[in-house]
T-cell receptor, first 117, second 111 residues
Framework: ETGVTQSPTHLIKTRGQQVTLRCSSQ?????VSWYQQALGQGPQFIFQYYREEENGRGNFPPRFSGLQFPNYSSELNVNALELDDSALYLC????????????????FGPGTRLTVL | DAKTTQPPSMDCAEGRAANLPCNHS???????VYWYRQIHSQGPQYIIHGLKNNETNEMASLIITEDRKSSTLILPHATLRDTAVYYC????????????FGGGTRLMVKP
């Protein structure tokens, strides 16, 4: 069984640039959630993708966007980078049963460390 | 989702049991208690979850009080590799619900 993988591991960008982070979900999972973790804080929910559509969003501006592909992998895109976007970006995958109402445990990848200069 | 309260830090001697408390006094009937841990700069690792009954797996035991207003995560024989931040999270019982992380407890296992 393959776990959640993320790429790249580290990334350095400058203010105003755009960035794309990638996540491959665990085998058998169909849902991907993205979290942002600033230094010294707990992870904060950005959004979730299920069936290639956004399925819930946290308190993040529209310049944070995402995609989910038919193979359930996902991308997080951030436009117009700001210094405060420097953080560890975490992807978590889970299985959401088609019938709904089924509790799904989220499993996290190792994260991508983004530094904005 | 209900909020949780955890002590910011705890110490434990290697080989002894580590008991990490969590208060969730506003938990609802269909909300689960989840525990994750995060070793420095790595992604959070799922440990265990429960609804009402006590749960045990290969990593830990979860004890939930009868009124469900608090719980304790037990690592039976702590090792140095258990040094991490432990997060107690209360989460709704429907698929797709997000995880709301608080500050967690920084557990330091000492030789």
């Amino acid at each position: 069984e393959t776990g959640v993988t993320q790429s790249p591991t580290h990334l350095i960008k400058t203010r105003g640039q755009q960035v794309t982070l990638r996540c491959s979900s665990q085998s058998g999972h169909n849902t991907v959630s993205w979290y942002q973790q600033a230094l010294g804080q707990g992870p904060q929910f950005i959004f979730q993708y299920y069936r290639e559509e956004e399925n819930g969003r946290g308190n993040f501006p529209p310049r944070f966007s995402g995609l989910q592909f038919p193979n359930y992998s996902s991308e997080l895109n951030v436009n117009a980078l700001e210094l405060d976007d420097s953080a560890l970006y975490l992807c978590a995958s889970s299985f959401n049963g088609l019938a709904g109402g089924q509790l799904d445990t989220q499993y996290f990848g190792p994260g991508t460390r983004l530094t904005v200069l | 989702d209900a909020k949780t309260t955890q002590p910011p830090s705890m110490d434990c001697a290697e080989g002894r049991a580590a008991n990490l408390p969590c208060n969730h006094s506003t938990i609802s009937g269909n909300e689960y208690v989840y525990w994750y841990r995060q070793i420095h700069s790595q992604g959070p690792q799922y440990i265990i979850h429960g609804l009402k009954n006590n749960e045990t797996n290969e990593m830990a035991s979860l004890i939930i009080t009868e009124d469900r207003k608090s719980s304790t995560l037990i690592l039976p024989h702590a090792t140095l590799r258990d040094t991490a931040v432990y997060y107690c999270i209360v989460r709704g019982g429907n698929a797709g619900n997000m995880l709301t992380f608080g500050g967690g407890t920084r557990l330091m296992v000492k030789p």
